[in-house]
């Protein structure tokens, strides 16, 4: 199985700062990479999907970047409902792995 | 496109889990496949597999045979049973569309998630 290796774990960080979360694949999945935002009790959303693609709906301060084994999700602008847990998810091959999380917290 | 999972949220150690999927604002027919996923507390998602818009089936390797995924057309429904449960099997379910149609794949609906607790 591919293994997905989200850092760092969690973070901290003020409205309006930029941030960036960093996902890697213990091999090359291409470009076949997602990012989604996710708050308990809610269904995860779809931010990005084939590495830099935004998903529809989702806003312009997310971008992804990256290819091969190294990803990274960059928030630009920090705005309140942005903090949240974040994941990545490759779909390459299955069966389909997910990083473990990053926790975006209020400073 | 809703997706919305139910289910018991305890389930007794040996016994099978059985969860229903349903689907709102697209055909379970149509071209997408349809997905079970977990969290158990503290670890990350695990995908379990899916049931595609042809009713063909793949479910992860490491859950050993325990999986059948299945669905009802009429209802828009589609149900994961996981059998021989145990401790580990203590997650929150989730169900999720996967786009399939052109590649990268990626996952673009999800249900809120379901907990479920295995435990006597």
């Known amino acids: 199985d591919i293994q997905m290796t989200q850092s760092p774990s969690s973070l901290s960080a003020s409205v309006g700062d930029t941030v960036t979360i960093s996902c890697r694949a213990s091999q090359s999945i291409g470009n076949h990479l997602s990012w989604f935002h996710h708050k308990p009790g809610a269904a995860p959303k779809l931010l990005i999907y084939?590495?830099?693609n935004l998903h529809s709906g989702a806003p312009s301060r997310f971008s992804g970047s990256g290819s091969g084994t190294d990803f990274t999700l960059t928030i630009r602008s920090l705005q309140p409902e942005d903090f949240a847990t974040y994941f990545c998810h490759h779909s390459h091959s299955r069966p389909y792995t997910f990083g473990q999380g990053t926790k975006l917290e209020i400073k | 496109v809703q997706l919305q999972e139910s289910g018991p949220g305890l389930v007794k150690p040996s016994e099978t889990l059985s969860l229903t999927c349903t689907v709102t604002g697209v055909s379970v027919t149509d071209g997408y496949y349809w997905n079970w996923i977990r969290q158990p507390p503290g670890k990350p998602l695990e995908w379990i597999g899916f049931i595609d818009y042809r009713g063909t089936t793949f479910h992860n390797p490491s859950l050993q045979g325990r999986v059948t995924i299945s669905r009802d057309t009429s209802r828009g429904q589609f149900f994961l049973h996981l059998t021989s449960v145990t401790a580990t099997d203590t997650a929150v379910y989730y169900c999720?569309?996967?786009?399939?149609?052109?590649?990268?794949?990626?996952?673009?609906?999800w249900g809120q998630g379901i907990l479920l607790t295995v435990s006597a």
């Open positions: 999720a569309r996967l786009v399939y149609a052109t590649s990268p794949y990626y996952f673009d609906y």
């Open positions: 084939a590495a830099s």
